[in-house]
């Protein structure tokens, strides 16, 4: 979830009538389409579509757009990004005689940040009721104690500014609504902020809940390439104390296969039931079983974790899918960054059901690290042109 609290709106002429906003001028128009460009390239990047440039005698100096997911920095709004790019090109934390236009009506801390800036004027969009401080909320320009310097205009191509946050709102509802899945009472779900920091190593997740033997559990999982029939298929399932991020360096060393990364019932993404007797192996086995058949999948190959030995035993019985080729996994020592992730899906213990039922180790240290996932995708990658084991060949 973005880190900055913003309402989509187009500006409201109640929230601004106690500015005294300067006048419009000639150029603004034309600036603020650089704004809204970063704008979008922010929402083309995930984040909060907000964007702002710096100009200074009818030159643009820098531009700035919102990156406070991607930066991990409460801060990094696109004013204060802009603020920066341009005091690095002026060589001086003071912008005199500079006008920043900013899709988005600024928020306290950017307003401060002009305001030690002495910059001399800012111009902005769309108008924010919620955290907007050039008078939505607070008019920290109209603070005489405060503001000697700095002249604001307000409402330059707000609607335009306005729509690019709908739309991305909308988007994200949407979205949110379609995997959006009710947690069953007997179980729990790790928070999706746990899995922050490990956001950007894994695609996006797909769901699963309407198979016959999870009955409204939900799985989650990786697909590499979702709806290929034609991709030879590998399936690779991590341990009792790991999840599907363990393959992060595998999937993208094998862009021919169709890699399938479960988190297992229990842990990473998917729900935890709170009963461990539900975890036993043959079961597991079953959900996969109903899993790949959705999927299409006849025959596959699998990656596995020592500890689904088991399950992958199971997965071998006759019968579909027909498993071609198990290769365990051979590790190497996870950091103390990875150490935390094997963590992240368990925030207390009553998330731990199945690690205990299954006897997970306290605490993993194995890993797949980049040379780790070269050794094996060397030995998986033949394997799938191979006219013997595989259709897709
Ligand atoms: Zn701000």
Redesign the pocket.
Known sequence: MPN?PVAPVAIAPAAIKNIAPAPHEADDAHWMGLALAQAREAAAAGEVPVGAVVVKDGTLLATGRNSPVATHDPSA????NALRAAAAVLGNYRLEGCTLYVTLE??????GAMLHARLARVVYGAADPR?GAAGSVVDLFAQPLLNHHTRVTAGVAAESCGALLQDFFRERRQAARETAQPLRDDALRTPEACFDAWREALPPVATVADLPSLAGWRMAYVDTRPGSAEAPVLLALHGWGEWGLLFRHLWPLLPAWRVLVPDLIGFGRSDKPKRGAIHAPAWHAQVLREWLQRLGVRQLAIVHHPDSGALVQALRQPGAPVVTAAWPVEFSHADADIQRAWQAPFPDRGHEAARRALGARKVSTDDLDPDAAARLAARIAPAGSDPMGYSGA
């Open positions: 900055r709004h696109a004013e204060v600024p928020c306290a801390m950017c307003s955290t």
